[in-house]
């Protein structure tokens, strides 16, 4: 079975850090790039960040910028993205997704992403 697990989310105060995971299980991430998204109460779900199969990674939002840091571990094959600085508007549950197609010129690391994880909680109170 193809899938894609997350971790590391949960409750942390203004300023805190988190480390999310995500593992994949029946497939191997060396050969597709991986992002993170977030979808908060009410909103659409946004692209946070990305890194391909050269280990090229991007963030999006400019509110995460320097603050949100995305690595592989082929080894582990595992996705991490570092938070730092939490603030409350960083509250969403953030998936994670894999992809190695082309996508549209607009799409996060430009693939279409197949496989979502289920999502993890992250709340950040002020």
């Known amino acids: 079975q193809l899938q894609l697990v997350e971790s590391g989310g949960g409750l942390v105060e203004f300023g805190g850090s988190l480390r999310l995971s995500c593992t994949a299980s029946?497939?191997?991430?060396?050969?597709?790039?991986v992002g993170w998204f977030r979808q908060a109460p009410g909103k659409e779900r946004e692209g946070v960040s990305c890194v391909t199969t050269s280990g090229d990674s991007t963030n999006y939002p400019a509110s995460v910028r320097g603050r949100f840091t995305i690595s592989r571990d082929n080894a582990e094959n595992t996705v991490y993205l570092q938070m730092n600085n939490l603030k409350p508007e960083d509250t969403a549950v953030y998936y994670c997704?894999?992809?190695?197609?082309?996508?549209?010129?607009?799409?996060?690391?430009?693939?279409?992403?197949?496989?979502w994880g289920q999502g993890t909680q992250v709340t950040v109170s002020s």
């Open positions: 029946g497939f191997s991430l060396d050969y597709y790039t």
């Open positions: 997704a894999a992809g190695w197609r082309s996508g549209a010129p607009d799409s996060d690391c430009g693939v279409e992403y197949d496989y």
